[in-house]
């Protein structure tokens, strides 16, 4: 009966003169590990708002809605890190592979909700035919870019790159009514008109 109670005097002993294993926190900041998953924060310059981690969030933390009522049209991308799970899917499924990442931010605590939701904005390009959301402009950019000379083989894609971009929407000139013309072929178009397109060639 006595060994057990040495051997917790030794314990109690050894802890009292141990470095401590809790932080101080609030009094001092607590270092999380290099690879914890703490807020998701978006980069802006590698984001090209396509929408693939918004289909891999299981939480609905992501979000996107496609304004075509704005002026110009626009893609809303919303994350609200209070439904944010940190399960790194949306870092993992990036297309550019840089475009949001799991910062080492943790302490998230608040009491006002609205301050956890974020918005960013990116604009859309639609069929210059049919007016259908094509994707964003940053995409179509970035997939001119990544295709490197493979991108010559679609007008969309040089048109896009070559400045046309800047052309306001609503100074496209749409024709829905009208059939596919072979002039058609230098406009920036979605797929089922390119797919007419292909087809009347
Ligand atoms: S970490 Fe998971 S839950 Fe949070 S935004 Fe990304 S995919 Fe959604
Ligand atoms: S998948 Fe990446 S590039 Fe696409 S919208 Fe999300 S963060 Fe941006």
Same mark, same amino acid.
């Given at each position: 009966?006595?060994?057990?109670?040495?051997?917790?005097?030794?314990?109690?002993?050894?802890?009292?003169?141990?470095?401590?294993?809790?932080?101080?926190?609030?009094?001092?900041?607590?270092?999380?590990?290099?690879?914890?998953?703490? !807020?998701?924060?978006?980069?802006?310059? /590698? =984001? *090209?708002? &396509? $929408?693939? #981690?918004?289909?891999? @969030?299981? +939480? %609905?933390?992501?979000?996107?809605?496609?304004?075509?009522?704005?002026?110009?049209?626009?893609? !809303?991308?919303?994350?609200?890190?209070? /439904? =944010? *799970?940190? &399960? $790194?899917? #949306?870092?993992?499924? @990036?297309? +550019? %592979?840089?475009?949001?990442?799991?910062?080492?931010?943790?302490?998230?605590?608040?009491?006002?909700?609205?301050?956890?939701?974020?918005?960013?904005?990116?604009?859309?390009?639609? #069929?210059?035919?049919?007016?259908?959301?094509?994707?964003?402009?940053?995409?179509?950019?970035?997939?001119?870019?990544?295709?490197?000379?493979?991108?010559?083989?679609?007008?969309?894609?040089?048109?896009?790159?070559?400045?046309?971009?800047?052309?306001?929407?609503?100074?496209?000139?749409?024709?829905?009514?009208?059939?596919?013309?072979?002039?058609?072929?230098?406009?920036?178009?979605?797929?089922?008109?390119?797919?007419?397109?292909?087809?009347?060639?």
């Amino acid at each position: 009966m006595r060994l057990p109670k040495l051997r917790e005097l030794k314990e109690a002993v050894t802890a009292v003169f141990s470095p401590r294993f809790t932080t101080r926190f609030p009094a001092e900041p607590c270092v999380v590990p290099e690879k914890y998953r703490g !807020k998701p924060e978006f980069d802006l310059d /590698t =984001c *090209i708002g &396509c $929408g693939a #981690c918004v289909n891999v @969030c299981p +939480t %609905e933390a992501l979000t996107q809605i496609d304004d075509l009522e704005a002026n110009p049209p626009t893609r !809303k991308i919303t994350l609200r890190y209070d /439904t =944010c *799970i940190f &399960c $790194g899917n #949306c870092r993992d499924n @990036c297309t +550019t %592979e840089d475009g949001i990442k799991l910062s080492n931010e943790w302490d998230l605590a608040t009491l006002d909700r609205e301050s956890t939701i974020e918005t960013h904005e990116y604009e859309l390009q639609l #069929c210059e035919k049919c007016g259908a959301v094509i994707g964003t402009k940053k995409h179509l950019i970035w997939l001119y870019e990544k295709l490197g000379p493979l991108a010559y083989t679609n007008p969309s894609l040089l048109i896009a790159k070559s400045g046309e971009l800047l052309t306001k929407p609503q100074d496209i000139e749409q024709q829905p009514d009208k059939d596919i013309q072979t002039n058609d072929f230098m406009r920036i178009l979605c797929p089922k008109c390119k797919c007419e397109l292909n087809i009347r060639l």
